[in-house]
C-alpha cells in the first residue's frame, strides 16, 4: 500500500507543478517573459564588475509606473561597492570595513534611476523610472540596464546569487534561479570585432495573474449595427456595486463634484456600474460592406484617480489574419499559438496610442468618463465571415496585459430571426394586379 500512496503523492505533485506551469504559459503571447542577465565584464583585486540587464520579451505586457524591482541574495558575503544606471534600496551594516560601499545588504533589492539622473550615474538604457515598453510596442525601451561593482571576494573568484526575484511593479513574477549561460558577445568597432563577457548568469521571469489572486481589472461590452440590443459588461465583473451607490465607495451619477473627495484622496475610487471596472472595452460592429467590415473599438476609464500611460488593448479575432486599418489608434498583428498548441496563427491584433494625441487614458471626472476610441477596417474571408452566432465579436481582450471579462456567447447581440420579421409577400400579388388594372384602365380611357 506504501509504494501506491507514494506513488499518487508524486502524480499529485507533478499535476500541480504542471497546472502552474500551464497557468505561466500564455497561448496570446507564447514566448513572453522577463530575461535577466548578469555579465561579468572585468575582474577586480577582490572581486568584479558586471553589468545586469533586464530584458521585457513580453508581447503587450509592460511595466508601469512605479517601474521594476529586482532582487536576489548574495551566497558568499558579497559587497556592492558601487554602482551606475541603478541604486540598491537599502545599504545595510557597512560600518566595519567598507563605510563607503554602496550597499552591504545580503538580499539587495535595485531600482532604476529616475529620467533627471546625473551624467555621471547614467548607464546606457537606465534611467526611466524603472519603465519598461512591451516589446512588441517599443523594443528600444524594453530593455533596461545597471552597472554593479562587488567586492569582498578575490581576485577572479564569482558565485551564483540565488532567489531571484522580479516585480513589475507589483507581484506576479516567478523567477528561475539564475544559472550560467552563453557569455554574452557583442560586437565593436563598427561591428569588424567581437567580444565576450567572462561569464553570464541569466534567470527567466514569467508572470502568472494566479499567483497573486488578481481580481479582474476590466470588462467587454458588445454592440452591433443590426440589433438595438447592448450587451454590458457581466455583473460584478471585477466586484460588486456597494448596496448604498451614495457612499464614497464608488461616484454615482447622483452625486456632484463637491459631495465626492478632491484629487488627493480620490485612489481607487470608480464610477458606480453594474461591473465596477476601472476599464471598460466596447466593441460595436458598425458596418458590412461587400469586401469589408468597420469595427467602433472605444476604451473608457471609469476610475477618478488614475491616468493609464502607454496603455494597449490586445484583441483575439479569427479576421485579423486578412488586413486591417486603425484610423485612431497604432496596431500590428502579433502570432498566438493556435488551439493544438502546436501551430503559430496571426488572429491577435495589439491596439496602442498614437505619440502625443492618445497615449494617456485619462482618469475619469464628474462630467465625463476619459475614453479613446478607433475605428477599424477589417478584410473579410468570403469562406468564413459570417453576422451568424457571435462570429464577428472578440474571442479575448486583453488591456495592458490583463485579461478582461467577457460576456457570455448566449448574450451576444443576436441577428434578427427571419420567422419575427413581417410578412409582406402574401400582399405582392394583388398590389401587381392592382397596377397592371390601372394602366390598362389609362391605355383604355387615354388618360
Known amino acids: 500500500m506504501k509504494p501506491l500512496f507514494s506513488w499518487m503523492t508524486t502524480f499529485l505533485w507533478m499535476m500541480l507543478f504542471a497546472s502552474n506551469l500551464a497557468d505561466c504559459f500564455d497561448p496570446l503571447d507564447p514566448n513572453g517573459n522577463v530575461t535577466v542577465n548578469v555579465d561579468i565584464h572585468r575582474w577586480t583585486s577582490n572581486g568584479y564588475v558586471a553589468t545586469v540587464t533586464i530584458q521585457n520579451y513580453y508581447q503587450y505586457r509592460h511595466v508601469e509606473t512605479p517601474g521594476w524591482q529586482l532582487g536576489w541574495t548574495w551566497t558568499n558575503k558579497e559587497v556592492i561597492l558601487s554602482m551606475?544606471?541603478?541604486?540598491?534600496?537599502?545599504?545595510?551594516?557597512?560600518?566595519?570595513?567598507?563605510?563607503?560601499?554602496?550597499?552591504?545588504?545580503?538580499?539587495?533589492?535595485?531600482?532604476?534611476?529616475?529620467?533627471?539622473?546625473?551624467a555621471v550615474n547614467r548607464t546606457e538604457n537606465c534611467c526611466r523610472g524603472g519603465l519598461l515598453s512591451s516589446w512588441a510596442i517599443d523594443q528600444p525601451n524594453s530593455i533596461s540596464s545597471f552597472e554593479i561593482e562587488v567586492g569582498n571576494l578575490g581576485h577572479g573568484l564569482s558565485y551564483l546569487p540565488l532567489n531571484s526575484t522580479f516585480m513589475g511593479p507589483g507581484p506576479g513574477y516567478t523567477c528561475s534561479p539564475f544559472a550560467d549561460a552563453p557569455p554574452t558577445v557583442s560586437t565593436v568597432l563598427d561591428a569588424r570585432r567581437e567580444e565576450q563577457v567572462f561569464r553570464t548568469w541569466k534567470s527567466i521571469c514569467t508572470y502568472s495573474t494566479f499567483t497573486v489572486n488578481k481580481a479582474p481589472t476590466c470588462c467587454v461590452s458588445l454592440s452591433t449595427f443590426y440589433n438595438p440590443k447592448i450587451t454590458p459588461c457581466p455583473l460584478c465583473s471585477c466586484d460588486c456595486r456597494p448596496g448604498n451607490s451614495n457612499t464614497l465607495e464608488c461616484v454615482g451619477d447622483d452625486l456632484v463634484a463637491s459631495s465626492w473627495p478632491g484629487p488627493n484622496n480620490v485612489d481607487n475610487l470608480l464610477q458606480c456600474t453594474d461591473h465596477m471596472c476601472p476599464v471598460q472595452v466596447h466593441w460595436h460592429i458598425k458596418n458590412n460592406y461587400r469586401d469589408h467590415w468597420r469595427v467602433k473599438l472605444t476604451v473608457s476609464n471609469h476610475d477618478y484617480g488614475v491616468n493609464f500611460s502607454d496603455w494597449n488593448v490586445l484583441v483575439q479575432h479569427p479576421s485579423f489574419g486578412q488586413s486591417l486599418q486603425s484610423y485612431s489608434f497604432n496596431s500590428t498583428t502579433i502570432q498566438s499559438v493556435a488551439n493544438s498548441g502546436a501551430q503559430l496563427i496571426d488572429d491577435v491584433a495589439l491596439f496602442w496610442g498614437l505619440a502625443n494625441y492618445n497615449t494617456e487614458l485619462l482618469q475619469a471626472s464628474e462630467k465625463q468618463l476619459g475614453s479613446v476610441t478607433t475605428e477599424i477596417l477589417l478584410s473579410k474571408d468570403q469562406s468564413s465571415f459570417t453576422l451568424n452566432n457571435g462570429w464577428a465579436f472578440p474571442r479575448k481582450i486583453y488591456f495592458n496585459g490583463e485579461s478582461c471579462e467577457m460576456p457570455l456567447p448566449d448574450d451576444f447581440p443576436a441577428l434578427p430571426d427571419a420567422s419575427t420579421a413581417p410578412k409582406h409577400t402574401a400582399l405582392l400579388p394583388p398590389l401587381l394586379l392592382l397596377l397592371l388594372y390601372t394602366m390598362i384602365l389609362q391605355v383604355v380611357l387615354g388618360l
Open 84 to 118: 551606475t544606471g541603478a541604486i540598491a534600496t537599502q545599504q545595510g551594516n557597512c560600518s566595519i570595513n567598507f563605510q563607503s560601499a554602496h550597499s552591504c545588504m545580503t538580499d539587495p533589492v535595485f531600482v532604476d534611476l529616475m529620467p533627471d539622473a546625473a
